[in-house]
């Protein structure tokens, strides 16, 4: 789960990345809001002109809610996430689900006193619908502002247990992270990049690396 790293955010993200034949947009809209029995958070992601579609090829959504237990840094997460995709190959197309997952448990959070730098830990029970009755990811997420915020670096890395074939092998195990710099332009608008770290994610077999320029307007 990507962290907005103010204490109350709403923005929308354009990333310019390559895909397996050509480069293709995606756009994130995210939310972080604070309250006094703890957070939500949630973002929706479309991809555009990617998989040999043109317009919107694939989208995903996430939202989760943190409940604070009493003044501790820890806090009860419990969390939904799931999306769909279609794909042309010449005459052949097709379309495809990201498969519904709910999950809850317990994280942890670690901020400095002025909030420029924090990160979360997450330790959660996770059911993939169609898939796993019980799995587990763990997650870490952080921030960090420099240079009076005008530098920003944030992201998040889940690691999970799920099930996939590749032709003749099978891996159970997926690694997926998207760390990004931002350059503070003001207030409203950054620009940076994102790199997408993913092993066995995607439906690749093993590492791949996916790096994307990236424009974001913050409400």
Not at 9 to 31: H, P, R
Not at 81 to 89: K, L, Q
Request: aromatic content about 18%; proline content about 2%; glycine content about 10%.
């Amino acid at each position: 789960m990507l962290v907005i790293s103010t204490l109350e955010a709403q923005n929308i993200q354009l990333l310019y990345g390559k895909g397996k034949d050509k480069g293709f947009l995606t756009s994130t809209v995210e939310m972080f809001k604070p309250d006094k029995l703890g957070n939500t958070f949630f973002f929706i992601d479309f991809a555009y002109g990617n998989e040999g579609v043109e317009g919107v090829s694939s989208s995903y959504w996430e939202i989760a809610r943190a409940f604070t237990l009493g003044k501790s840094p820890f806090a009860f997460h419990a969390e939904y996430n799931g999306g769909i995709g279609r794909w042309i190959d010449g005459t052949f197309s097709g379309s495809y689900t990201i498969n519904s997952a709910w999950l809850t448990g317990l994280e942890y959070s670690l901020n400095n006193k002025n909030f420029t730098k924090g990160i979360t830990f997450q330790a959660l029970y996770k059911y993939i619908q169609g898939k796993h009755d019980a799995s587990f990811q763990l997650t870490a997420v952080w921030f960090w502002h420099a240079f009076n915020n005008k530098l920003s670096f944030t992201g998040f890395t889940d690691f999970w247990r799920e099930d996939n074939t590749f032709g003749q092998s099978k891996t159970s195990y997926i690694l997926m992270g998207q760390p990004q710099l931002w350059y503070n332009l003001n207030k409203h608008f950054s620009a940076g990049t994102e790199v997408q770290v993913g092993c066995n994610f995607g439906g690749t077999e093993g590492w791949d690396v996916t790096p994307s320029a990236a424009l974001k307007y913050t409400f």
